[in-house]
């Protein structure tokens, strides 16, 4: 006997496997890439609810189908190595580890040519427990089974059955109730949703990048989506920057591709059916990773860009690889995640920063536009105190040219000085001293001014400029409080009055100097706090 050989367990691995991580979502799509793998075109899966509460999930295929002594293989924990690499396949443990995180029993019932037996096989994990020893059963086929093999596959393919189904749901319910029966109902919708994502290179008749194969559930067909949306999208990496070559870990080189998509902002859909397909959230952002044509990975910076926000939401990127790239990316079981090497990451980060940066200018930009059209802050209380306290220091304007924007005044400094300086006439009271407009193109966050309610009497006035982060991060969320708003338009009017009172044409480049560093300095203070969204200023813009 040689003592060197220390076997496993059975019972307490066999239990211990179901805990690798699947869930209902990821462990269906296990068994539905070896229906790929085996060249189906047509795979079928029904989700059965029983009176008595007992659950059963079929999963037929037309596909190449197994003989018995290939079907023994493939039931080994450890299965034979495929002789396709690039098979959705790959350590030979996905259909057992998949389906015994669902279910304590799982059966293959399958056939490789018309003329042939059903072979089957099942593992039962109570019988391996009991028998304390790796043992399948080998069990006669039932009328039910064959039934379901000539429903969901036909004349050759695969059919595998989920039994004993303890963790399908993940509440309890009344055994066969009508809660129970719509839980079944959300899972077939979501397994839907999900399937449509991870397959829809190949459930996609026109895209001819996978051959394609049709997936039902329950009888309906699941419809491909395409997270880029490119019939809406733009793709914004140019071409020769597409291809990426990554180092192996025995130094030779392989290739992978991507690609970068940028969405249409929601307020830019004019149709619910638009933002419901384009499903712009902070989760949907990211890296979509596909091995050999299937997603892998859906969303996510993956050590590349910090945590998703609302800024980058618009940003997807298409990932490619094959399984040349399997161990540089160091692809789990469930193929369900990958990792990138940190050079990888850096060299990455590096050439899509500038599309970064620009997919977050983007939303802000349409978020700004927006907020700008339906501005609900109120200026008017300001404008209403300044034209009523008329002891404040200010210039006295003797004269103003429209055409060169420009105004001579009389201040601390001297009379007639000539300064530059925006003129506006014919301006409503609520806008004669406090003015927030969108013809700031200088970055700053308000700009000293003279307004005047006719064309002439000009007084001194202040624009603030809507496109600053200041504006729009804390007036916007200040709209709510009058106080809020009239104290910092009052401070912001007094500085531009105390410059206007204060200069002439050599100091007048120090002040806006001074104007600027300001206002770079709050854009940088408030680089981390988002937009606001309008669900948080919706009820006050409309009281």
Same mark, same amino acid.
């Given at each position: 006997?040689?003592?060197?050989?220390?076997?496993?367990?059975? =019972?307490?691995?066999?239990?211990?496997?179901?805990? *690798? @991580?699947?869930? $209902?979502?990821?462990?269906?799509? &296990?068994? %539905?890439?070896?229906?790929?793998?085996?060249?189906?075109?047509?795979?079928?899966?029904?989700?059965?609810?029983?009176?008595?509460?007992?659950?059963?999930?079929?999963?037929?295929?037309?596909?190449?189908?197994?003989?018995?002594?290939?079907?023994?293989?493939?039931?080994?924990?450890?299965?034979?190595?495929?002789?396709?690499?690039?098979?959705?396949?790959?350590?030979?443990?996905?259909?057992?580890?998949?389906?015994?995180?669902?279910?304590?029993?799982?059966?293959?019932?399958?056939?490789?040519?018309?003329?042939?037996?059903?072979?089957?096989?099942?593992?039962?994990?109570?019988?391996?427990?009991?028998?304390?020893?790796?043992?399948?059963?080998?069990?006669?086929?039932?009328?039910?089974?064959? =039934?379901?093999?000539?429903?969901?596959?036909?004349? *050759? @393919?695969?059919? $595998?059955?989920?039994?004993?189904? &303890?963790? %399908?749901?993940?509440?309890?319910?009344?055994?066969?109730?009508?809660?129970?029966?719509?839980?079944?109902?959300?899972?077939?919708?979501?397994?839907?949703?999900?399937?449509?994502?991870?397959?829809?290179?190949?459930?996609?008749?026109?895209?001819?990048?996978?051959?394609?194969?049709?997936?039902?559930?329950?009888?309906?067909?699941?419809?491909?989506?395409?997270?880029?949306?490119?019939?809406?999208?733009?793709?914004?990496?140019?071409?020769?920057?597409?291809?990426?070559?990554?180092?192996?870990?025995?130094?030779?080189?392989?290739?992978?591709?991507?690609?970068?998509?940028?969405?249409?902002?929601?307020?830019?859909?004019?149709?619910?059916?638009?933002?419901?397909?384009?499903?712009?959230?902070?989760?949907?952002?990211?890296?979509?990773?596909?091995?050999? @044509?299937?997603?892998?990975?859906?969303?996510?910076?993956?050590?590349?860009?910090?945590?998703?926000?609302?800024?980058?939401?618009?940003?997807?990127?298409?990932?490619?690889?094959?399984?040349?790239?399997?161990?540089?990316?160091?692809?789990?079981?469930?193929?369900?995640?990958?990792?990138?090497?940190?050079?990888?990451?850096?060299?990455?980060?590096?050439?899509?920063?500038?599309?970064?940066?620009?997919?977050?200018?983007?939303?802000?930009?349409?978020?700004?536009?927006?907020?700008?059209?339906?501005?609900?802050?109120?200026?008017?209380?300001?404008?209403?105190?300044?034209?009523?306290?008329?002891?404040?220091?200010?210039?006295?304007?003797?004269?103003?040219?429209?055409?060169?924007?420009?105004?001579?005044?009389?201040?601390?400094?001297?009379?007639?000085?000539?300064?530059?300086?925006?003129?506006?006439?014919?301006?409503?009271?609520?806008?004669?001293?406090?003015?927030?407009?969108?013809?700031?193109?200088?970055?700053?966050?308000?700009?000293?001014?003279?307004?005047?309610?006719?064309?002439?009497?000009?007084?001194?006035?202040?624009?603030?400029?809507?496109?600053?982060?200041?504006?729009?991060?804390?007036?916007?969320?200040?709209?709510?409080?009058?106080?809020?708003?009239?104290?910092?338009?009052?401070?912001?009017?007094?500085?531009?009055?105390?410059?206007?009172?204060?200069?002439?044409?050599?100091?007048?480049?120090?002040?806006?100097?001074?104007?600027?560093?300001?206002?770079?300095?709050?854009?940088?203070?408030?680089?981390?706090?988002?937009?606001?969204?309008?669900?948080?200023?919706?009820?006050?813009?409309?009281?």
């Amino acid at each position: 006997m040689n003592d060197l050989i220390n076997e496993p367990d059975a =019972e307490r691995l066999i239990f211990g496997l179901r805990d *690798t @991580g699947y869930n $209902v979502k990821t462990a269906a799509a &296990d068994i %539905i890439d070896n229906s790929i793998a085996a060249h189906a075109d047509q795979i079928n899966v029904e989700i059965v609810l029983h009176a008595d509460g007992r659950k059963l999930v079929y999963f037929g295929d037309n596909g190449d189908g197994m003989d018995a002594v290939t079907l023994h293989e493939a039931m080994r924990y450890g299965a034979p190595v495929r002789e396709n690499p690039e098979s959705l396949g790959k350590f030979g443990l996905g259909l057992k580890t998949a389906s015994s995180s669902v279910c304590k029993k799982f059966t293959i019932v399958t056939k490789a040519a018309p003329d042939q037996s059903l072979a089957k096989l099942a593992w039962d994990l109570d019988h391996v427990a009991a028998k304390r020893c790796w043992e399948m059963l080998r069990e006669p086929v039932t009328s039910g089974e064959e =039934e379901m093999f000539d429903e969901l596959c036909g004349e *050759t @393919g695969t059919l $595998v059955v989920w039994e004993k189904c &303890d963790r %399908i749901l993940s509440k309890e319910y009344e055994a066969g109730g009508t809660k129970e029966q719509a839980a079944i109902k959300r899972l077939a919708d979501t397994l839907s949703k999900h399937l449509s994502l991870v397959y829809h290179r190949f459930t996609e008749k026109l895209d001819e990048r996978e051959r394609n194969i049709d997936i039902f559930i329950n009888q309906s067909p699941v419809v491909p989506w395409n997270p880029f949306y490119p019939k809406r999208s733009e793709q914004v990496l140019q071409e020769k920057k597409q291809t990426l070559v990554v180092e192996m870990p025995d130094g030779s080189e392989e290739k992978a591709a991507i690609r970068a998509w940028i969405l249409p902002h929601r307020r830019d859909m004019t149709k619910d059916e638009e933002r419901e397909y384009a499903r712009i959230s902070n989760r949907a952002q990211g890296f979509y990773v596909y091995r050999e @044509g299937r997603l892998i990975q859906d969303g996510g910076w993956m050590e590349v860009f910090g945590a998703p926000e609302p800024h980058t939401s618009l940003l997807r990127l298409e990932f490619d690889f094959g399984h040349e790239l399997d161990d540089a990316f160091r692809i789990d079981v469930k193929k369900s995640r990958i990792l990138f090497h940190p050079d990888l990451e850096d060299g990455l980060r590096t050439l899509l920063q500038p599309i970064y940066r620009e997919a977050g200018n983007r939303y802000r930009r349409q978020s700004r536009a927006q907020a700008n059209a339906n501005d609900s802050v109120d200026h008017a209380s300001a404008n209403k105190n300044i034209a009523s306290t008329s002891n404040a220091a200010k210039a006295v304007v003797t004269s103003v040219d429209p055409e060169q924007q420009s105004a001579q005044i009389s201040n601390n400094m001297g009379p007639k000085i000539r300064i530059k300086s925006p003129i506006e006439n014919n301006v409503g009271p609520d806008q004669l001293h406090v003015h927030a407009v969108e013809t700031v193109t200088s970055g700053e966050l308000w700009q000293p001014a003279f307004h005047s309610s006719s064309t002439d009497g000009h007084v001194p006035a202040v624009h603030l400029n809507k496109h600053h982060d200041f504006y729009q991060k804390i007036y916007r969320r200040a709209a709510a409080n009058g106080f809020a708003v009239e104290g910092m338009d009052l401070l912001l009017w007094a500085f531009s009055a105390a410059e206007q009172n204060n200069t002439n044409e050599e100091l007048a480049p120090i002040f806006e100097d001074i104007r600027t560093e300001i206002s770079n300095n709050l854009r940088k203070l408030l680089r981390n706090l988002p937009d606001p969204e309008p669900e948080e200023f919706a009820d006050d813009a409309g009281s």
